[in-house]
């Protein structure tokens, strides 16, 4: 069997899809995006399929290590999302070669299920109690939200005490029935995440997530020694190796790679087993597209140490379209109580309705992240 097609799909929300074509008639789906950098991503695709037509897709690893060892550059957000989509969709068509879900030929699954999570809140957190109330209705028992807006390095204990009592407020009204998991984003400096932290430790979240920017391990690590609440990180490290100093400092107790950005199905194996060995749970990101999510639920299927899936379900950037939408009547994601059920189909588990891409590819989109200010005039993390 030999690859002969690779063919990009920009659609709304703010996705890339990917769909890799095969002498044999059987086809593979990925997502191969970063977001607000689709465009790049597509042209990246567009590279890499020098290297890939007339190769064997059922070569997964080969292929793998191939476009990664390619040239002087590896890793990074770009050269690996990219990566991710491919190897995706790579698993797709073994899986579908096999007439078996991707998880049985990786061992077989582990679990039935995953406890899952969405969002609430918007990029500024508002209305948190309305949103939490309105998924525990739907069954949900967790959620997840941005703990703040911008900050300072250095900020006012006005505007700490104001997010102090903000996610208080949200904590009285949902008791202990809904489990809450904090974003700081990266929008915490060192300096005020120390205090943040130990202002909120009361409030027992499930996790924190980036609760500094991802470029400083060393110092999440001191804040995991200070706390007892779990601190989480990865949804902006891209392979093994960025990888590696959070486990060697113990740095987190959660972590939560997106298996489109750290190099698809394989990596994030790779991730996932590593991290079991240092006892740290996984919860994958992904508030991304459907099939980003079906490539989670495989990994997810074989991973002792998965707890929770993150899902975009309703999520503040599908204002146009969502999930379902993308995918066949009765061959989506099946959701009850909270729990996402491991797609049991032939390859990710899913049909993606290709007349429908085709159709919205005609509107395709320009998601960019918003730019945010201080009241200085400087730049905010978003």
Not at 4 to 9: D, H, I, P, S
Not at 86 to 105: E, R, S, T
Not at 304 to 314: P, V
């Amino acid at each position: 069997m030999k690859i002969t097609k690779l063919t990009t799909f920009l659609v709304p929300p703010r996705w890339l899809f990917l769909k890799i074509e095969t002498d044999e008639g059987i086809s593979g789906w990925g997502e191969p995006v970063l977001e607000g950098h689709a465009a790049t991503l597509a042209a990246k695709i567009e590279e890499f399929s020098d290297f890939l037509i007339g190769a064997d897709p059922m070569r997964i690893e080969d292929i793998w290590h191939m476009l990664y060892r390619n040239g002087c550059y590896r890793g990074g957000p770009v050269l690996m999302s990219a990566l991710s989509g491919i190897d995706m969709a790579l698993w797709d068509i073994k899986g579908q070669y096999y007439n078996a879900p991707v998880h049985d030929l990786l061992g077989g699954a582990v679990r039935d299920r995953i406890r899952s999570y969405c969002w609430i809140g918007g990029d500024r957190p508002s209305d948190l109690v309305a949103g939490a109330k309105d998924l525990m209705d739907r069954g949900f028992t967790a959620c997840k939200f941005n703990a703040c807006a911008e900050m300072q390095i250095i900020d006012s204990y006005k505007k700490l005490d104001g997010v102090v009592r903000q996610l208080s407020d949200l904590r009285s009204a949902v008791g202990t029935e809904m489990d809450l998991a904090f974003d700081f984003h990266g929008r915490v400096h060192a300096p005020m995440s120390k205090q943040l932290l130990k202002e909120i430790e009361h409030l027992r979240p499930i996790f924190i997530e980036d609760a500094v920017d991802s470029a400083h391990i060393g110092t999440l690590a001191d804040l995991s020694r200070q706390t007892s609440i779990p601190l989480c990180i990865g949804e902006r490290l891209h392979s093994r190796f960025d990888f590696k100093p959070v486990f060697e400092q113990r740095a987190a107790s959660v972590i939560n790679p997106d298996t489109a950005h750290v190099g698809g199905i394989s990596e994030m194996l790779r991730i996932a087993h590593w991290a079991e060995a240092y006892d740290v749970a996984l919860a994958p990101h992904c508030p991304l597209g459907p099939i980003a999510l079906a490539a989670c639920l495989q990994v997810d299927a074989v991973c002792h140490n998965a707890f929770i899936q993150e899902q975009s379900l309703g999520i503040h950037y599908n204002a146009t379209q969502d999930m379902a939408d993308y995918l066949e009547p009765g061959h989506g994601f099946e959701l009850k109580d909270g729990f996402l059920k491991i797609p049991r189909g032939p390859g990710l588990g899913i049909r993606v309705n290709e007349d429908f891409v085709r159709k919205q590819t005609e509107i395709g989109h320009r998601w960019r992240a918003p730019v945010w200010r201080h009241e200085d005039g400087s730049i905010a993390e978003w």
